[in-house]
């Protein structure tokens, strides 16, 4: 239906035809049968369609009206899960959200500040540094680090640059260009991730803290490791994927590795992405990609119709095949939401994977590609 003011001097005369789809009835052809009217029919309306706005449906009462048309966008409402969020959900605000931290830092050490938490019968030590533009209106993603053997926490909030400490949390920090993240790192007891329980709930009160005292977005916390703390985030990530969104290894072993038993145990999927040297003589990759894998697909599969996670644990990874270039691959049978990627590259015991081949000719870690992967993997959320 077409509607048309034409004019001849002071002379108007409000028009309104219609066409079939071959738009073989023209205006001539319709008006012996009433076309020219200036009063619509009883019902009839004018619609407004765009892509990304609301359809508009302005009713009319006269073909002589001007119409006043604003278009909106509804926000229609996120999908609802029987575990987990959508990808791109909107932030859930923390408790801190609107209020100052009431935390006592012990001191101030380079780019960050280091807080003590009492765990149990021990004294626990954890660093954490907020962005620069900092506001506790704007809930924060956050990034835990979690250091190797012979680390410790406060050198992956700063250190002079080497192959396991390019730049603060694993090379994390400085792609945070806008400052949407809060950096965490924990400091382990004697450096080693082996107290268990104890470790685990040293994780999950830092992280009570930072919902209390900082404003975060409790949907988006994520956690990174190489080596030991590959083990420990591994540990962490199958027992609190209620509040750990995803996570980052770097050299996963399957071995060191300390769980909740029994009812405790969380049969529950979680986000997670590898990246393994074929060579690792310390942590063994076949015995990750063989065992460490699969244990996680077998709760990531796409979910069924009650909402429940299906066994995804037969699919099998593209890997990298010679001495030089990477292979991540994105894995298929999985939940879109709790993504799967596994790279591996041609190296030894080196989580700043490079693609010039192994350590020794061309070895140059400065050219890692593991930082941008791991800053993309987290960003999808």
Known sequence: TYFAQVSVGNAKQNIKFTTDGSYSQTLGAQASNGALMKDAAQGE???????????????????????????????????????????????????????????????????????????????????????????NTKPHKVLFALHCYGSSGEDFVHHSADYDHPTPYYGQQVLDKNGDYIFVSLDAIGGLWNKGQSDHNFFAQTLTTLNENYCIDTSRVFITGFSYGAMFSYSLMQDMQSRVRAAATYAVADYNIWLPEGNNMKNLPIAWMNVHGVNDGRCDYNRAKNSALPRILKRNGKADANGDFTDASAEKPEEVNGKTGHVCYDFKNVDERFPVKWCSWPGDHQWTAHDTGNMGVGWNWEQTWVPEEVHKFFEQF
């Open 45 to 135: 309306a004018l619609r407004f369609t765009l892509d990304g706005f609301d359809t508009l449906t302005v009713p009319l009462g006269t073909l002589d009206t001007t119409v006043d048309v604003k278009l909106a966008k509804s926000t229609p409402p996120e999908p609802t899960f029987k575990f987990g969020y959508a990808i791109g959900n909107k932030p859930t605000p923390s408790k801190g959200c609107g209020s100052n931290s009431k935390l006592q830092k012990v001191k101030s050490v380079e780019n960050g500040d280091q807080f003590q938490i009492q765990v149990g019968s021990d004294n626990r030590k954890y660093f954490i540094t907020l962005p620069k533009n900092y506001d």
